[in-house]
């Protein structure tokens, strides 16, 4: 019923930009949070980063003072500039989105991620 789709990924040199971009379509009224997730092979699925619908924002450790979300206000769309990245950023990159429903509850929904890949 929500529906997310990224984009923005691909290859780098460590210490190299990129910005992932991801927009929200579908039932998303109650659309209280969208962030980004990743991924490695092998590996736990993360929090990166996110960003609620009043602005406010959280980080990783790991990515504080290199990454920056930032969300459109009109167009349900998130993005994640990411700076000065290293080869432990190489992952699957998730965009994410938290619904608060009407009987309380809340769900989530999942992009199909895009490769970020950091490569000497």
């Known amino acids: 019923q929500v529906q997310l789709v990224e984009s923005g990924g691909g290859v780098v040199q460590p210490g190299g930009s990129l910005t992932l971009s991801c927009t929200a379509s579908g039932s998303i009224d109650n659309m209280v949070a969208m962030g980004w997730f990743r991924q490695a092979p092998g590996e736990q699925r993360e929090l990166v980063a996110q960003i609620t619908r009043g602005h406010s924002t959280n980080y990783a450790d790991s990515v504080k003072g290199r990454f920056t979300i930032s969300r459109d206000n009109a167009g349900n769309t998130v993005y994640l500039q990411m700076n000065g990245l290293k080869p432990a950023d190489t992952a699957v990159y998730y965009c994410?989105?938290?619904?608060?429903?009407?009987?309380?509850?809340?769900?989530?929904?999942w992009g199909k991620g895009t490769l970020v890949t950091v490569s000497s």
């Open positions: 994410h989105a938290y619904i608060a429903l009407q009987l309380g509850g809340a769900m989530d929904s």
